[in-house]
């Protein structure tokens, strides 16, 4: 069921159920029921490409090593871009279409996990504050 499902954010999910964004590209959206976060994190490490506004997307597909496209003009995670999976490509569909096939094709952004994003914070927070005993 995963590897079919596109979930669609509800704000989306009306406006649209599919949308033509190149000559032979076509983004279909399957609308779904939210997605409790470990479905859609499932959704994401299963996938070849994400396309998103989020900035917590943006983090989480750097994390799992999946190339994400990132549908608007900043961000606010710029780590993700130097150096993780995002690349951000705005709302231009040639862009869009141009790098989504650039990285189905397997020749995209490979990316690396950022320094300090191994899960430990919690450890070095509580390291510091304990510093000064």
Same mark, same amino acid.
């Given at each position: ?25 076509? $983004?279909?959206?399957? @609308?779904?029921? @939210? ?5 859609? $994190? ?21 994390? /799992? ?5 990132? /549908? ?5 995670? @710029? ?13 231009? @569909? ?21 320094? $300090? ?17």
């Amino acid at each position: 069921m995963f590897s079919q499902a596109k979930p669609v954010h509800r704000h989306t999910k009306n406006k649209t159920k599919s949308v033509k964004i190149g000559v032979n590209l076509w $983004l279909e959206s399957v @609308p779904t029921e @939210p997605l409790g976060y470990l479905e859609f $994190l499932n959704l994401m490490a299963n996938a070849r490409l994400v396309l998103t506004d989020s900035g917590g997307i943006q983090e989480e597909t750097t994390i /799992l090593g999946v190339p994400c496209l990132t /549908l608007r003009e900043n961000t606010e995670r @710029p780590v993700t871009m130097t150096q993780g999976t995002n690349t951000i490509v705005g709302c231009d @569909p040639r862009r869009i279409v141009t790098e989504a096939l650039t990285i189905l094709d397997g020749k995209g952004k490979t990316g690396r996990v950022p320094e $300090l994003w191994d899960g430990q914070a919690a450890e070095r927070i509580v390291k510091t504050l304990f510093k000064g005993d």
